[in-house]
């Protein structure tokens, strides 16, 4: 829910990058992407090293480009990459490049990095290093422990953190988890669960039965179950927050890509 994270970078197209069209070829903005990477990573302290020297590596999962208008040689291209706060094991980026002359948007992308050891076996859970550095810069209300998936759904242990911003102000001599962070919460775990982005286009039904807070629920299970795909790519999610004797919210709604 925190994604204000954000580096710039820019960059001038050198005559290595044109094609014969002159205009940047379009494997090249992946460079971009890249320069962008690392700067954000020094910045912030999850540079590719840091990452090494933690026992990981990051290799690039997924990519989605999209291109709106060409550069070309001797442009100064602004990059703008954003961290997008997500659930698992996953450093997920979305980038913005834009002509520094007129502010013209060049292109668009989101990354999505996943995590090995060493040897190249696939982290399922979030690397210690990961998780610290995310309760430091990254201070969410929750914080995912384990999850468990099937074809019909999903089942996520979470915890929820008593330090986070929002309690500030809901309440600080009493927090409460408000209503809205947790239907973010069970969209989020659901996101993962469909490897996508997700919008909620309209909620059938959301029951509120007990308070929410980090003093009477330090951990509790989301629970997901998730209709097939209609033609659209809506999907209808039944959704609940409980603990082993107690239902603490209940919600059904519509998620359409996006």
Known sequence: ????????????????????????????????????????????????????????????????????????????????????????????????????????????????????NHDGVLEVSEPEFYRRWKRKLVPDFYSVLSSEKNDGGSVYRISINEGCSVYEGHFPQGPVSPGVCLVEMVKECAEDTLGRPVSIAGIKRCRFSKLVSPGNVPQADVVLSLSEPAPDGSVTLSGKIVTEDTEYMSITCELIPG
């Open 1 to 116: 829910m925190m994604e204000n994270l954000v580096e710039k970078v820019r960059v001038r197209v050198r005559f290595s990058e044109v094609d014969p069209l002159r205009m940047v070829w379009h494997g090249n903005y992946v460079k971009y992407l890249e320069d962008a990477r690392e700067a954000f990573g020094l910045r912030y302290g999850i540079s590719y090293m840091d990452i090494f020297n933690s026992g990981c590596y990051a290799p690039v999962f997924d990519m989605h480009l999209r291109f709106s208008k060409p550069a070309r040689l001797d442009d100064i291209l602004l990059v703008t990459i954003r961290y997008r706060h997500a659930v698992g094991a996953k450093l997920v980026f979305d980038y913005e490049i834009r002509r520094e002359s007129d502010g013209e948007l060049m292109l668009e992308a989101t990354t999505i990095q996943l995590f090995t």
